[in-house]
């Protein structure tokens, strides 16, 4: 059988339940056929009731004529969205809302060298849901005979019958009655296409609002909201969405009473249409009036800021007179041991200059969600409609491996996006199938089902956190602030339908086995049976694939479970899905019907947009990891719903506050926020131990270290929770920034600033490019040049370069006094028309595999390739061209995820994490050959960045100084003299004061604080030394670094949720903390015994000797205590090592050890 995806005859393509056009495919329009009508009305008299018992039919096994496609449009073949002067009398509602309810049910596939088709699809999975916006939905049959497809239906699910006899049409048997005799199959009247023959409640926000699908406007505008101007409404840079009395009076003539102060003339503000007005001079500002910002700076106590930069500058001169006393005062004994000592504790001084210049100005920031609401979301003169003015958000998951990245785990975090407080017309949700995988499409589908349930259930009784999973093992009071009487029934049917759907999804992998081993055997059975009827040799081996089968009997385009020639993990077609259409832009309130399994009355069951996307991947071709994912989306979404903003998640990361959105986009549309590139939330975890034992948390990185910066230039990008403006991912410049002075070239290296320029920016070509590819101008031959370079800049799609400038208008802040590059109020409030099948077809040309061949994605537009670690680098770009970033701290965390709390886990996320940073340092993208855009101190943490991984060769030796120093017995200094003890007593009397201070600016905890120290150790001695050398080979040797996806999975014991914290797996990546912790304890017991059998005993040496050994070990303690186990349950293998570095010490000891008794009693060492 042929699948969506599998090769087959170019341009042969058919339909099931339909007779062939009678005036050919070509005259059709939409279809062409390669079936006979006998052949196709045979397939459809044959039942598929056997196969829903658990048989399988040749109708749902064997037929080549099973799955349907759609050519996309051209000019001699235009789908029902353009230009159709064959078709008379179509009504442009029913062709809008026809249109989404025919992409939303069908499946896109296609590629490089592939033709694009489209598969609609029975069903998606096992079940069938019934939501309005879900693909696959329930609903009445055809009424045409021999047609056994969906009856067209509007968003509210009531039936949308062209004629006034309501005969039950579909979408492409009205199609044919209209090319044909133009009547009703049911009346045998001609169809008429009435004024407003569908209106309910006449309301004015009806699609038929929309331009229709046919006429001659840019399909581009017609699609995205686009400014409309309101006649008679006076706009200017100090519109506020309040109701301004004052404006009123002049705008309306209108008076309230005796004793006005200005009364307009008869002619109104000019006089009848002049400048100037005759009877009063120039329109007044009326909004001079001071305006609540969305956001304040909240700066750090000056009590506490003061003195911790004092103490930094204190301890930055002790560091100073301590190095150069140490190299005054070198030791004569064991110069080999003091110089190797220097040289750490001089990288270890420049390291922590590094770490700390950064932290000098941290901040705190707050936002007002009720100014927000009261400027987007309430009516006023300039949106009498009250409709919200806020722009969309993209919000992108990214999952590649359903084995590693459980799928109940990305659907939950699917859910608790649809459940967003956001305005639901302006939010859109797309997931990304790396690994094309049918488990994910089906997790999805089931998922999207789930949320007609779910996300009016938590509109109705405001629930938080809005991930199910989580919602539902909270502890506590379940009725705590809840109002409804019906809470507690609605609450218990909700989590009945919930372990149902847990149920449903963790048996997907078994269901899609049973399922796909069945067709299989009938595959081979039906084959077996060709081949004897043929006369062929039976011995002959049949090849038959081994495909993976959807819900609805046709092969899968993705991913199979045993891979197949473009059925592979790195070989498969581009697949795009849209499993919950567009929303309606008015409220869609639900109803108290007995199917509903809550009562939903007065409630919103509008859903947002969600859609499943898997990019084309052939061999040849390198992907790019999540980086190459990432721009797949922005290239998909930008041709589908172009929201200005886009956030991005990890699957394992979920919006634990509804509200989250709202408070970035305080940020973005408040004053100056069109300087923003992106709004970087913490990143805060569950599942971790109580005592944080590997430093999961990572507070202080979360908390000090981001809201330092943020008083800089702004935090960098950590790879998820971070919403960002669509345009800056373009690679466009900031609409305005500052050159730095002469001061600051002084203080970064840089040369002085040259003279200005007659020549444009590379910001001003791109934008000159873009507007003469849309609105085919240019200004001079400059432009005319640049315009042509677009696509090897963007790619060659036109729809894409055309959605650039529609998504920098969105994104900017509204009109107001002293807001530079903004746009007027209620620009965004016109709703934008449904999908239609042409957009599907480029999104899915957009996401091909050649697409981003010889263009800038990757290199300066998108996520940028090359590293491991694309999150920093991609952040560290957008600060170069001079964009700021925000820190966004809410009170109650925004988005929660999940952290390996295993310790090999967590060493190769932190390798990974290393690894990029060390190939950051050796590429262009180091800090030191930034531009002069980027901040002094910002600079300084970028370049900490790229250094902390080789501060781990200084951290090795000086781990295993103080061992040496008790085997030799000699120290790093010849004597332990007054000065040395004040020096150290003064740095760690200051770092511990420090950190006093920092926990206090910054909310965390002395435990915490202490748990990164240990694990700083931990990492650097193991994951951050590997990094260095696999960097190293990647650099000099061209030796490519394998990246390891990091399991969010559970342990074993589910009854446990730490039971993954006690697994120990064996990796190489321990040997060098095992080996110094063994050389430090067995260090420590010679330097006792010798000293206690000495003649002339050092105790002094001994002291600082087995103090350093003990810091170190403490240091180690979390590290030992996971190798540990659970019940002291330790792999053999830590006992082999253990046992074969105490036999190789000993040896080592005894070689070495001195012949006389003269220089036993002095404890020198000489090499061998």
């Known amino acids: 059988m042929a699948s969506p995806g599998s090769a087959g005859a170019s341009g042969l393509f058919s339909r099931r339940g339909e007779a062939e056009c009678a005036n050919g495919g070509a005259e059709c329009g939409w279809w062409l056929s390669s079936c006979e ?12 009731d056997e196969s829903e018992m658990g048989a399988v039919t040749d109708s749902e096994m064997g037929s080549d004529y099973l799955y349907t496609v759609q050519i996309p449009a051209t000019p001699d073949n235009q789908v029902m969205g353009s230009s159709r002067d064959n078709i008379r009398g179509m009504d442009p509602v029913i062709a809008g809302k026809s249109e989404q309810q025919f992409v939303s049910s069908t499946i896109f596939t296609g590629g490089f060298k592939n033709q694009t088709r489209g598969h609609t699809l029975d069903k998606m999975m096992e079940g069938e849901g019934n939501h309005l916006q879900l693909a696959g939905a329930r609903g009445p049959t055809c009424a045409c005979d021999g047609c056994d497809g969906k009856a067209m239906r509007d968003e509210r699910g009531e039936d949308v019958t062209p004629c006034d006899c309501h005969f039950k049409i579909c979408r492409d048997c009205y199609i044919d ?158 110069i080999w041991l003091w110089g190797m000592s220097v040289v750490c504790e001089i990288w270890f001084a420049f390291s922590w200059i590094l770490d700390q210049l950064p932290k000098l100005c941290p901040i705190n920031r707050l936002t007002d969600l009720s100014v927000l609401k009261e400027r987007f979301d309430t009516p006023s003169p300039e949106n009498p409609s009250g409709r919200s003015d806020l722009p969309g958000i993209d919000i992108f998951v990214s999952t590649a491996d359903p084995e590693k990245e459980p799928p109940l785990t990305t659907a939950n975090t699917i859910l608790s996006i649809l459940a967003s407080e956001y305005p639901l017309e302006k939010l859109a949700c797309y997931l990304s199938d790396d690994g094309g995988a049918l488990l994910s499409f089906e997790a999805l589908a089931e998922a999207a089902s789930f949320a007609r349930i779910w996300i009016p259930f938590c509109r ?83 090849n038959i694939p081994k495909a993976t089968w959807m819900a609805d009997g046709t092969h899968w385009p993705g991913t199979w479970s045993q891979s197949g020639r473009e059925h592979g993990r790195g070989d498969h077609a581009g697949i795009i899905q849209v499993m919950l259409a567009p929303p309606t832009a008015e409220p869609l309130m639900g109803s108290s019907d007995e199917e509903n399994i809550i009562d939903t009355t007065d409630v919103d069951i509008r859903l947002p947009m969600l859609v499943y996307m898997s990019r084309e991947k052939r061999p040849g071709y390198d992907h790019n990891k999540k980086a190459g994912a990432m721009n797949a989306l922005v290239r998909t979404s930008a041709v589908m719903s172009n929201g200005p903003f886009i956030l991005n998640l990890d699957c394992d990361h979920y919006i634990f506050n509804s509200l989250a959105l709202r408070e970035a986009m305080c940020f973005f549309m408040d004053k100056g926020g069109d300087r923003l590139a992106y709004v970087q939330f913490p990143q805060r975890f569950e599942g971790v131990d109580p005592n944080d034992r590997y430093a999961n948390h990572n507070t202080v990185f979360f908390d000090v270290n981001m809201r330092a910066l943020d008083g800089l230039q702004g935090p960098v990008y950590v790879g998820t929770g971070c919403v960002f403006r669509r345009i800056a991912l373009y690679g466009f410049d900031p609409p305005r920034f500052r050159e730095r002075s002469c001061c600051y070239s002084l203080c970064c290296g840089c040369c002085e600033p040259k003279k200005p320029k007659m020549k444009k920016t590379r910001s001003q070509k791109r934008a000159s490019e873009v507007t003469g590819l849309t609105e085919n101008i240019t200004s001079d031959d400059d432009d005319d040049i640049e315009a042509t370079m677009l696509p090897k800049r963007y790619g060659a799609s036109a729809v894409f370069a055309a959605s650039i400038p529609v998504a920098e208008f969105q994104g900017r802040p509204l009109a107001d006094k002293g807001v530079l590059n903004s746009r007027p109020a209620g620009a965004l409030t016109v709703p934008r028309e449904p999908l239609d099948a042409e957009t599907v077809a480029e999104a899915i040309n957009v996401v091909s595999c050649f697409y981003e061949d010889k263009t800038e994605w990757g290199g300066r537009v998108g ?89 781990s060769i200084f951290l090795l030796v000086y781990c295993f100084l103080p061992a040496l120093s008790l085997y030799t017995g000699q120290f790093i200094v010849q004597n332990l003299n007054l000065s040395f003890l004040i020096y150290l007593l003064t740095i760690t009397i200051t770092l511990f004061a420090l950190a006093v201070l920092e926990v206090k600016w910054s909310g965390i905890s002395l435990e915490e604080w202490w ?145 006389n008794d003269s220089t036993a009693a002095s404890g020198g060492f000489t090499f061998p």
């Not at 009508?37 to 598929?48: A, F, I, P």
């Open 37 to 48: 009508e006998d052949l196709e009305r045979e397939v459809y008299n044959l039942s598929r």
């Open 177 to 334: 009655a209209l090319n044909g005799s133009g009547k009703c199959p049911g009346c045998k009247l001609e169809y008429t296409v009435a004024d407003d023959p569908f209106s309910q409640n006449g309301s004015e926000t009806d699609m038929r609002a929309l331009p229709p699908p046919g006429d001659d406007s840019s399909r581009l505008e017609r699609r995205l909201s686009l400014l409309k101007t309101k006649p008679g409404m006076i706009v200017s840079n100090g519109s506020s969405t309040d109701f301004d009395h004052a404006r009123w009076l002049y705008q309306t003539k209108g008076t309230y009473g005796y004793g006005n102060a200005v009364w307009p003339g008869d002619q109104g503000h000019d006089g009848g249409g002049g400048n100037n007005p005759p009877n009063m001079g120039a329109l007044p500002e009326f909004n001079d009036k001071v305006r609540r910002p969305l956001t304040r700076k909240v700066s750090i106590s000056t009590a506490i800021l003061s003195p911790y930069r004092l103490i930094v500058l204190i301890r930055m001169v002790v560091l100073a007179l301590f190095l150069m006393w140490r190299v005054n005062h070198p030791n004569n004994d064991a």
């Open 460 to 542: 109705k009784h405001n629930i938080e956190p809005r991930n199910p999973e989580t919602y539902f093992v909270l502890k506590g009071d379940p009725t705590k602030n809840k109002v409804r009487s019906d809470f507690v029934k609605d609450r218990r049917k909700v989590k009945r339908e919930y372990d149902e759907f847990k149920v449903r999804v963790n048996g997907l992998p078994d269901s899609i086995r049973r399922r796909s081993d069945a067709y299989n055997a009938h595959e081979e059975i039906r084959a077996k049976r060709q081949q004897m009827e043929s006369g062929s040799d039976p011995s002959e081996p049949l």
């Open 863 to 951: 996520w940028i390739y090359g590293s491991v670690t694309e999150d920093v680098v991609t952040g560290f770009r957008m600060h170069n061209r001079g964009w700021r970033s925000i820190y966004c701290v809410t009170k109650r965390d925004a988005f929660r995820g999940t952290a390996p709390i295993n310790l090999t886990d967590r060493l190769h996320q932190v390798l990974r994490w290393a690894t990029g940073s060390v190939e950051i340092f050796f590429s262009r993208n180091n800090a030191l050959l930034a531009s002069s855009r980027l901040k002094f101190l910002q600079r300084i943490a970028y370049l900490n960045v790229g250094i902390y991984p080789f501060t």
């Open 1011 to 1155: 748990r990164n120290e240990q694990f700083w150790v931990i990492g650097g001695t193991s994951a951050h030394l590997a990094a260095v050398f696999q960097g190293l080979l990647k650099v000099m040797a061209g030796v490519d670094i394998s990246f390891t996806l990091t399991s969010k999975s559970a342990g074993e014991d589910e009854d446990d949720i730490y039971a993954d914290l006690y697994i120990v797996k064996w990796s190489s990546l321990y040997i060098p903390p095992i080996t110094i912790g063994l050389t430090n304890m067995v260090a420590i017991a010679v330097g006792i015994s010798r000293t206690i059998y000495a003649t002339n005993p050092e105790w002094s040496k001994l002291l600082g000797g087995v103090f350093f050994s003990l810091w170190v070990l403490l240091h180690l303690y979390p590290f030992f205590k996971g190798l540990m186990g659970k019940g002291g349950k330790t792999p053999t293998i830590v006992f082999v090592w253990a046992g074969l570095l105490s036999v190789i010490i000993s040896l080592l000891w005894v070689y070495i050890s001195p012949s």
